[in-house]
Antibody, heavy 115, light 107 residues
Framework: EVQLVESGGGLVKPGGSLRLSCVASGFIFSSSGMNWVRQAPGKRPEWVASITTSSNNIFYADSVKGRFTISRDNAKNSLYLQMNSLRVEDTAVYYCARDRKLDYWGQGTLVAVSS | EIVMTQSPATLSVSPGERATLSCRAS??????LAWYQQRPGQAPRLLIY???NRHTGVPVRFSGSGFGTDFTLTISSLQSEDFAVYYCQQYNDWPRTFGQGTKLEIK
């Protein structure tokens, strides 16, 4: 069974940093592209970043480019999102999701940015 | 950026009836379109990918069609668990983009 478990969310002040993690199981992690998607309360999901299997290609939404960094450790079956210079508008539930078609999602971790 | 537009915003249908949801892309995405279902408090769940392919475990009452810019999700006979919000998403180009959603409610 494919499982994705996110962690690392919390309450942070504007300008602060957080590092999200996603641990994968039930599939060959190193063979799957991975993604972060976020969803603010009452809004549609918003794609944040994607990374290919060997980290050779990385893509970011304009809204996070230069502030967020996606990475992965295939030996640990883990995906990460380093979030710096956080803004109030980054408040959302952050999900990791597998593959270009987002076929499996984690349960999400809440990031709240507020003073 | 490819803009995805869903219609209607809200659809009221009785259980057992058919529901038809639409999604339009601002430019051609060939068949690189997915549909997701989201129930309250849950993560989105993939239903359809490649415009018309059912994901593993998705009931056969869900079907997708379309190519290019116009797409449809059809639920043939609504069950109580189908009342939720549905999103389309294109994965043809960067950035990936979602529609604003269609809320399917009980009539």
């Amino acid at each position: 069974e494919v499982q994705l478990v996110e962690s690392g969310g919390g309450l942070v002040k504007p300008g602060g940093s957080l590092r999200l993690s996603c641990v994968a199981s039930g599939f060959i992690f190193s063979s799957s592209g991975m993604n972060w998607v976020r969803q603010a309360p009452g809004k549609r999901p918003e794609w944040v970043a994607s990374i290919t299997t060997s980290s050779n290609n990385i893509f970011y939404a304009d809204s996070v480019k230069g502030r967020f960094t996606i990475s992965r450790d295939n030996a640990k079956n883990s995906l990460y999102l380093q979030m710096n210079s956080l803004r109030v508008e980054d408040t959302a539930v952050y999900y990791c999701a597998r593959d270009r078609k987002l076929d499996y999602w984690g349960q999400g971790t809440l990031v709240a940015v507020s003073s | 950026e490819i803009v995805m537009t869903q219609s209607p915003a809200t659809l009221s249908v009785s259980p057992g009836e058919r529901a038809t949801l639409s999604c339009r892309a601002s430019q051609s995405i060939t068949s690189n379109l997915a549909w997701y279902q989201q129930r309250p408090g849950q993560a989105p769940r993939l239903l359809i990918y490649g415009a018309s392919n059912r994901h593993t475990g998705v009931p056969v009452r869900f079907s997708g069609s379309g190519f290019g810019t116009d797409f449809t999700l059809t639920i043939s006979s609504l069950q109580s668990e189908d009342f939720a919000v549905y999103y389309c998403q294109q994965y043809n180009d960067w950035p990936r983009t979602f529609g604003q959603g269609t809320k399917l409610e009980i009539k």
